[in-house]
Structure formats: structure tokens, C-alpha cells
């Protein structure tokens, strides 16, 4: 998509004009798959005939349906097979663990039944793509696209 912009040039004084591209809506989901995420998030709280449109874009984007199945699939990856977790142990809520988020002596990691976790020192929470991307510093995308692909072994 091609922004133009204009604007008055003082030392000039003539109105100036710019081009630059923009990605369309239907490339900027392509280009940043865990928006339709945001923007339902977004339609929760705020009322955006935007959001909507974008919604509804997202709706029947092949490429956002692959990416909805992967992030199914990378929260499906049980917590205590991401990372090597010290003292791993089962409870009657899932398992706890020392956190691999810090250096934890004793542990503070549970992990429940729903896979998900939360550390009662460092106070994160969150499913396997929240541990994943705390863990090894990685945005989203990556974190959902390593959860997918050959995350079968213990480490
Ligand atoms: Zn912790």
C-alpha cells in the first residue's frame, strides 16, 4: 500500500509531498501472525470497526489458520519437557520444580494439570510459549515455531 503524505515546507513555501509503502492489513498478518491474538484481545476490550475488519481478515487467512494449529500444538508441549527442570517431582496438582527462571534453591515452580505454571518467588506465569519465550528470550513466533519442531526429547 502506498502512503502518500504532504506537508508545507517553511523554508520552500510550497506544499512538499513524500511516498513511502505500507504493508496492506491482509500483509501486516502475514508479516505479524501473533496479531490476530492481539486483536482479539483488543476487541475485548475496545469496540474497533478496525479491529473488526482485521478480525474478519484473519478469519480467512490460510497462513493465520497454520500459525492457530502451531500455537495449539506449542501449548499442547508439556512445561516439564521444555527445559531440564531441577527436583522435578509430582504433586496432586501436576508437578513442581526449582524455577529455571532464576536461581531458585528450593522449589517454587508449579506446574498444573492445564499446563500451565506459575513460580511463587519470581511470580511468572503462563503456558509453554510464555515459559518458552521467558526461558530463551525469544519473541512469539519463534517460541511457537521451536515448540513445534523436535521438542519430542528431554533436554
Ligand atoms: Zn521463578
Same mark, same amino acid.
Given at each position: 500500500?502506498?502512503?502518500?503524505?504532504?506537508?508545507?515546507?517553511?523554508?520552500?513555501?510550497?506544499?512538499?509531498?513524500?511516498?513511502?509503502?505500507?504493508?496492506?492489513?491482509?500483509?501486516?498478518?502475514?508479516?505479524?501472525? @501473533?496479531?490476530?491474538? +492481539?486483536?482479539?484481545?483488543?476487541?475485548?476490550?475496545? =469496540?474497533?470497526?478496525? !479491529? $473488526? /475488519? #482485521?478480525?474478519?481478515?484473519?478469519?480467512?487467512?490460510?497462513?493465520?489458520?497454520?500459525? @492457530?494449529?502451531?500455537? +495449539?500444538?506449542?501449548?499442547?508441549?508439556?512445561?516439564? =519437557?521444555?527445559?531440564? !527442570? $531441577? /527436583? #522435578?517431582?509430582?504433586?496432586?496438582?501436576?508437578?513442581?520444580?526449582?524455577?529455571?527462571?532464576?536461581?531458585?534453591?528450593?522449589?517454587?515452580?508449579?506446574?498444573?494439570?492445564?499446563?500451565?505454571?506459575?513460580?511463587?518467588?519470581?511470580?511468572?506465569?503462563?503456558?509453554?510459549?510464555?515459559?518458552?519465550?521467558?526461558?530463551?528470550?525469544?519473541?512469539?513466533?519463534?517460541?511457537?515455531?521451536?515448540?513445534?519442531?523436535?521438542?519430542?526429547?528431554?533436554?
Amino acid at each position: 500500500m502506498r502512503i502518500r503524505h504532504s506537508y508545507f515546507d517553511e523554508e520552500e513555501q510550497n506544499i512538499q509531498e513524500y511516498c513511502y509503502d505500507y504493508p496492506d492489513d491482509r500483509e501486516l498478518l502475514e508479516i505479524f501472525p @501473533e496479531g490476530k491474538e +492481539i486483536i482479539n484481545q483488543k476487541l475485548k476490550e475496545n =469496540d474497533d470497526s478496525r !479491529l $473488526k /475488519r #482485521l478480525s474478519a481478515l484473519a478469519d480467512d487467512n490460510p497462513h493465520l489458520l497454520k500459525w @492457530e494449529k502451531a500455537v +495449539i500444538r506449542a501449548k499442547a508441549v508439556p512445561i516439564q =519437557d521444555i527445559v531440564k !527442570l $531441577k /527436583r #522435578l517431582r509430582r504433586t496432586a496438582r501436576g508437578y513442581e520444580a526449582c524455577c529455571p527462571l532464576h536461581d531458585d534453591k528450593s522449589p517454587s515452580l508449579i506446574i498444573y494439570s492445564d499446563n500451565h505454571f506459575r513460580c511463587f518467588s519470581c511470580q511468572k506465569f503462563g503456558d509453554s510459549i510464555d515459559l518458552y519465550k521467558l526461558l530463551f528470550k525469544v519473541d512469539m513466533k519463534t517460541a511457537v515455531n521451536s515448540l513445534n519442531g523436535g521438542m519430542n526429547e528431554k533436554n
